[in-house]
């Protein structure tokens, strides 16, 4: 069975940084294409990024609100992949799910909370 | 404010048919793009229910269905049962002049009453 397991989740500082990890098992990683939603506490869904697959090109797309301060990245050899964090603002608070691709986002995991206050 | 529109709310009695809609534009789905659909269980994280506008991924009941018209898309649940009260989103496809992006409706609660 196809399992994503998010981590790195916590309390931060607005100016801040945080690292989350997702791990992936249960399918061929270095194929998928992978993406990061985010969801607002009692709020909608919002598509963070994603990152395609090394054959790919490994290239990366991002939310225009979150462009030139979160990076993702991946880990083929570990089933790995990360969202680099920086210059979190207070609207960045958000449950972080990591999803696999492409086209619709068809697994999702449990989801690592993220907040940002001062 | 979400790129896609959906009620925020609907309800129905068991074994009543809900229908929820979702309203885009020529940016999203009125450019072709596919529409698919998230159930979200309270506390639980979202789970694909219907992707590329009417396939059910293995598992999903058949009192699921979707539809796509135009600018909108359409999730309809037939013979509403108490397990189905949750969170309903839809998702599709939009380019915007900073690139390609996943846009999501703001999600529809379903009571079942």
């Known amino acids: 069975d196809v399992q994503l397991v998010e981590s790195g989740g916590g309390l931060k500082k607005p100016g801040g940084s945080l690292r989350l990890s997702c791990a992936a098992s249960?399918?061929?990683?270095?194929?998928?294409?992978m993406s990061w939603v985010r969801q607002t506490p009692g709020k909608g869904l919002e598509w963070v990024g994603r990152?395609?697959?090394?054959?790919?090109?490994?290239?990366?797309d991002y939310a225009a609100a979150v462009k030139g301060r979160f990076t993702i990245s991946r880990d083929d050899s570990k089933n790995t992949m990360s969202l680099q964090m920086n210059s979190l603002k207070t609207e960045d608070t958000a449950v972080y799910y990591c999803?696999?691709?492409?086209?619709?986002?068809?697994?999702w995991g449990q989801g690592t909370l993220v907040t940002v206050s001062a | 404010q979400s790129v896609l529109t959906q009620p925020p709310s609907v309800s129905g009695a068991p074994g009543q048919r809900v229908t929820i809609s979702c309203t885009g534009s020529?940016?999203?789905?009125?450019?072709?793009?596919?529409v698919h659909w998230y159930q979200q269980l309270p506390g639980r994280a979202p789970k694909l229910l219907i992707y590329?506008?009417?396939n059910r991924p293995s598992g999903v009941p058949g009192r699921f269905s979707g539809s796509k018209s135009g600018t909108s898309a359409s999730l309809t649940i037939t013979g509403l049962q108490a397990e189905d009260e949750a969170d309903y989103y839809c998702?599709?496809?939009?380019?915007?002049?900073?690139?390609?992006?996943?846009?999501f409706g703001g999600g529809t609660r379903v009571t079942v009453l």
């Open positions: 999803t696999t691709e492409p086209g619709f986002l068809g697994n």
């Open positions: 249960g399918f061929t990683f270095r194929s998928a294409w």
């Open positions: 990152i395609k697959s090394k054959a790919d090109g490994e290239t990366t």
């Open positions: 020529s940016s999203n789905i009125g450019a072709g793009y596919d």
């Open positions: 590329a506008n009417n």
């Open positions: 998702q599709s496809y939009g380019t915007i002049f900073s690139g390609p992006k996943w846009v």
